[in-house]
């Protein structure tokens, strides 16, 4: 544990001693801010022009449970375990940062074309809860919440345990939005394919913070 | 004209002399007749079940134009022009006609899934049209008018000409299908998105077909 830590910092001192790195560090930390603003006032304005609910295959074949807890705590928890595994690969967070704003910001955009409604049955999520300032009723495509640890999944395909872990969490969070009647069911299916496709965007804008860790060229606390 | 035509000939001859071509194309026909038919019914089922129309940032800000010319005739110009090049470009047909294949279904498989009515300026398109067999007026998510021709783009991306007029295609469809208020805009926008992945698992998938016009290892009357 002790020779773990010692290398941390030292991946520490290495990277932040580097210019490059650190305009990149900065950077993506001010994308990622700015993507969540608009994501703020997209959200805000999908659910208020959310025009009507339409039928679903499996919406309306299945009842809506009350997956509220999941929903909300299971993002908590994601979120937090993604920050921590983002402070371990500290080489890999301003790719990752920007690739998330890039699909924040793209997805603003998707859910602020065609203003579906909320189907009927969905769950209530409390407007007290933080997840409610991210998620709004009315933005629904694309499924972030299936999206986002896909594109994680994507990122860290090459770590075999983050690959399944966030892959699982990206089917298990499709399944909770389906649940509880928070997403129509191309929101979630669509998700995989416009995320797969963001990732590859991202390759292409963000070249030089992917090479940062394809080219091993850092010290890391966990190798491949 | 005569050279191009005997090395044509020669081609044909090539391909269809080898087994696994020749099996593969046959496959590959087959594949796309039964995506057709799923995507008839498909179709048929979405249009049957589509629900309530909702509102649309560029639908609702521009009026519906009479585009169904351009619709009808633009979607049978552009099938004869893609068969043409299927022809030219002979060892890269196993290929395409299964990734359209892959495409139609898994289109048919979401027209399926969220029931969006159609949007209630959309143009007329005549039922006894031909594309009517082939388009409905509730399968709209996502747009195969701009989805075909990108993954076109895509395949033929080495090809400078045929990637600017796929492309081009796309984008023309694109337009027109919005004029007509025939598709909303997610499902003209998320079409580049989903192709470009479908293309991708097509890759995967088809590897052996796509090898064999990537290798070069059979003649083609077109570089």
């Given at each position: 544990?002790?020779?773990?830590?010692k290398?941390?910092?030292?991946?520490?001192?290495?990277?932040?001693?580097?210019?490059?790195?650190?305009?990149s560090?900065?950077?993506?930390?001010?994308?990622i801010?700015?993507?969540?603003?608009?994501?703020?006032?997209?959200?805000t304005?999908?659910?208020?022009?959310a025009?009507?609910s339409?039928?679903?295959?499996?919406?309306?074949?299945?009842r809506?449970?009350?997956?509220?807890?999941?929903?909300v705590?299971g993002t908590?928890?994601?979120?937090i375990?993604?920050?921590?595994i983002?402070?371990?690969?500290?080489?890999?967070?301003?790719f990752?940062?920007k690739?998330?704003?890039?699909?924040i910001?793209?997805?603003?955009f998707?859910i602020n074309?065609?203003?579906?409604a909320?189907?009927?049955s969905?769950?209530?999520?409390?407007?007290l809860?933080?997840?409610?300032?991210f998620?709004?009723?009315?933005?629904?495509?694309?499924s972030?919440?299936?999206g986002?640890p896909?594109l994680?999944?994507?990122i860290?395909?090459d770590?075999?345990?983050?690959r399944?872990?966030f892959?699982?969490?990206?089917?298990?969070?499709?399944?909770v939005?389906?649940?509880g009647?928070?997403h129509?069911?191309?929101?979630?299916f669509?998700?995989?394919?416009?995320?797969?496709t963001?990732?590859?965007?991202?390759?292409?804008?963000?070249k030089?913070?992917l090479?940062l860790?394809?080219?091993?060229?850092?010290i890391?606390v966990?190798?491949k | 004209?005569?050279?191009?035509f005997?090395t044509?000939?020669s081609?044909?001859?090539?391909h269809?002399?080898?087994?696994?071509f020749?099996?593969?194309?046959?496959?590959?026909l087959?594949?796309?007749?039964?995506?057709?038919?799923?995507n008839?019914y498909?179709?048929?089922?979405a249009?049957?079940h589509?629900?309530n129309?909702?509102?649309?940032v560029?639908?609702?800000?521009?009026?519906?134009f009479?585009?169904?010319?351009?619709?009808?005739?633009?979607t049978?110009?552009?099938?004869?022009?893609?068969?043409l090049?299927?022809?030219?470009?002979?060892?890269r047909a196993p290929?395409?006609f299964?990734?359209?294949?892959l495409?139609?279904?898994?289109r048919?498989v979401?027209?399926s899934l969220?029931?969006?009515g159609p949007?209630?300026?959309?143009?007329?398109?005549?039922?006894?049209?031909?594309?009517?067999?082939f388009?409905?007026?509730g399968?709209?998510?996502?747009?195969?008018?701009?989805?075909?021709p990108?993954?076109?783009?895509?395949?033929?991306?080495?090809?400078?000409?045929?990637r600017i007029?796929f492309?081009?295609?796309s984008v023309f469809?694109?337009?027109?299908v919005?004029?007509?208020h025939?598709?909303?805009?997610?499902?003209v926008l998320?079409?580049?998105?989903?192709?470009?992945t479908?293309?991708?698992i097509s890759?995967?998938?088809?590897s052996k077909?796509?090898?064999?016009?990537?290798n070069?290892?059979?003649?083609?009357?077109?570089?």
């Amino acid at each position: 544990m002790n020779e773990k830590l010692k290398i941390l910092i030292k991946s520490y001192s290495t990277h932040f001693r580097q210019r490059d790195f650190l305009i990149s560090f900065f950077a993506s930390l001010a994308m990622i801010t700015f993507a969540l603003i608009i994501n703020f006032y997209a959200g805000t304005y999908a659910t208020l022009k959310a025009s009507n609910s339409v039928t679903d295959l499996v919406l309306n074949n299945i009842r809506a449970f009350a997956v509220n807890g999941l929903f909300v705590e299971g993002t908590f928890y994601f979120f937090i375990f993604s920050i921590i595994i983002c402070l371990l690969y500290i080489k890999r967070f301003p790719f990752i940062f920007k690739s998330v704003s890039l699909f924040i910001v793209v997805r603003a955009f998707f859910i602020n074309l065609t203003h579906i409604a909320p189907f009927p049955s969905q769950i209530f999520i409390s407007p007290l809860d933080m997840i409610s300032k991210f998620s709004f009723a009315g933005d629904l495509f694309f499924s972030g919440h299936t999206g986002i640890p896909f594109l994680l999944a994507l990122i860290f395909w090459d770590i075999k345990p983050l690959r399944f872990i966030f892959l699982g969490s990206s089917v298990f969070f499709a399944t909770v939005v389906l649940l509880g009647h928070l997403h129509y069911s191309i929101d979630v299916f669509s998700a995989f394919f416009i995320t797969y496709t963001l990732y590859h965007i991202s390759k292409i804008l963000f070249k030089k913070d992917l090479n940062l860790f394809e080219n091993d060229i850092y010290i890391e606390v966990f190798d491949k | 004209m005569k050279n191009k035509f005997n090395t044509l000939w020669s081609s044909y001859k090539s391909h269809f002399g080898q087994k696994d071509f020749l099996q593969s194309f046959i496959l590959s026909l087959v594949m796309i007749c039964v995506a057709l038919i799923i995507n008839f019914y498909a179709g048929t089922y979405a249009t049957v079940h589509a629900s309530n129309a909702v509102t649309d940032v560029v639908l609702n800000n521009i009026r519906a134009f009479d585009v169904d010319g351009l619709f009808v005739w633009g979607t049978f110009v552009f099938w004869a022009f893609l068969i043409l090049v299927c022809l030219l470009y002979i060892r890269r047909a196993p290929f395409i006609f299964k990734t359209l294949s892959l495409f139609i279904i898994i289109r048919s498989v979401f027209i399926s899934l969220t029931h969006i009515g159609p949007f209630p300026s959309q143009i007329f398109i005549s039922p006894v049209d031909l594309i009517s067999k082939f388009s409905f007026g509730g399968d709209l998510f996502f747009s195969g008018h701009t989805g075909i021709p990108f993954l076109l783009m895509l395949i033929f991306w080495d090809i400078k000409y045929l990637r600017i007029t796929f492309l081009l295609s796309s984008v023309f469809f694109g337009t027109v299908v919005l004029l007509g208020h025939l598709h909303y805009s997610i499902d003209v926008l998320s079409a580049f998105f989903i192709t470009y992945t479908i293309f991708h698992i097509s890759e995967i998938l088809f590897s052996k077909d796509l090898n064999m016009y990537k290798n070069e290892t059979t003649m083609n009357v077109v570089s």
